[in-house]
């Protein structure tokens, strides 16, 4: 799951989503310094990370990704979720996409200052080019992809992985759509599991 999942699967809880948005750059124990509300959007984000890497669908796409992709189809896939979730977002949800991603952003922005440094360094690029919403676009997927591939210190091939999304279209959606309900529904199970234990 990428930015745009975490974000939908935290629900109306806006310190949830803050938690689940800044959780990759939020490393081990250094959770315990944000307030609580956070802290559980943080460990929010890995039980969903733990759960997608271990669901069968998932691990199906993945491992057809893994020839051309290496260590990095994880990532693929992960963006390539996001573009389902986007696509369908009707769906999924009463609210229009804009409509979410733009209270998205206003909520990220007004705990700016709270944000973890490399979060804080992403984010104007994200509302700049509307991450969020633009990942139902193959175009933009396929730049962000080129743009991340130059980051990463391993050969990637992620410059391609549109072009593989393209080959298997049908079957990664309906992998995705496979998948996505059960992780509304473990979701909604840990969310109430995290509102009654205290971290």
Do not use: C
């Not at 199906?60 to 979730?85: E, N, P, S, W």
């Not at 696509?87 to 009463?94: D, F, G, L, Q």
């Not at 210190?153 to 080959?167: G, I, M, R, W």
């Amino acid at each position: 799951m990428n930015y745009l999942a975490h974000l939908y699967l935290s629900g109306n809880d806006s310190d949830l989503k803050v938690g689940n948005f800044i959780a990759d750059h939020v490393k081990g124990k250094a959770f315990f310094k944000y307030p609580d509300g956070i802290r559980r959007g943080i460990v929010l984000h890995r039980k969903i990370d733990d759960y997608t890497d271990n669901h069968p669908m998932v691990r199906q796409g993945t491992q057809r990704l893994r020839a051309g992709h290496g260590k990095y189809a994880g990532v693929v896939i992960d963006m390539f979720y996001d573009h389902f979730l986007a696509a369908n977002w009707n769906e999924y949800s009463e609210a229009e996409l804009q409509d979410f991603t733009s209270n998205a952003y206003v909520l990220l922005m007004r705990h700016f200052f709270r944000l973890p440094f490399k979060t804080r360094i992403l984010l104007p690029f994200i509302l700049k080019n509307d991450w969020l919403a633009s990942y139902r676009d193959l175009n933009f997927l396929s730049r962000a992809f080129r743009g991340l591939s130059y980051r990463t210190p391993y050969e990637s091939n992620l410059k391609n992985a549109v072009h593989d999304l393209s080959q298997d279209y049908h079957l990664f959606e309906t992998e995705f759509k496979t998948f996505f309900p059960d992780m509304i529904e473990y979701v909604e199970k840990e969310r109430l599991l995290l509102m009654a234990d205290s971290l």
